[in-house]
């Protein structure tokens, strides 16, 4: 059998691939063991034509009425947002410091995504699909909501706003 020659160069770059992708997957799995960073595992479609309405799939969930943050019978909170160029929907929202939150996500239009920076909040919004993230803020502030999917000319303009305050100042 002939001996496969590589050259010495492409050598040394197999090599340097290799190691970035053994970083890139040291990485993943650190911040998915300490950070709580994980994919999101729910999958609900959603007719985005109808979100406006209150007889769209769920009973209208994403109705502009419905929006917001809401406790449901069982006592979770629950965020009701709408993702759509070029804002979030409701813009501004107050939640409380150190209690879980589900927040619920569809968009109106396009894809976008939704990030809060200081906290494992971030999930893509894709048209025709509702994004479940439960999660629970541990630093009172101001923080921004981020859209971090390219969504059209004023993308970066695209944000809203999470007020964490804490749990004793927290009303509904
Ligand atoms: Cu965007």
Redesign the pocket.
Known sequence: MMAIHIHPLERKWLFVIAVIILLTWVVQLYYALNKSTHPPSNVEVIDSVRLHLNDGIGGGEFAETNLGVKRDKNGQLRVTMVAA??SFYPQEIVLPLGESITFRFASFDVL??LHVPFSNLNSMVVPGYISEVTTEFTREGEFPIL??????TA?AF?YGKIKIVAKEKFKL
């Open positions: 160029r070029y976008h995504g859209c971090n999917e390219y969504c059209g993308h695209m």
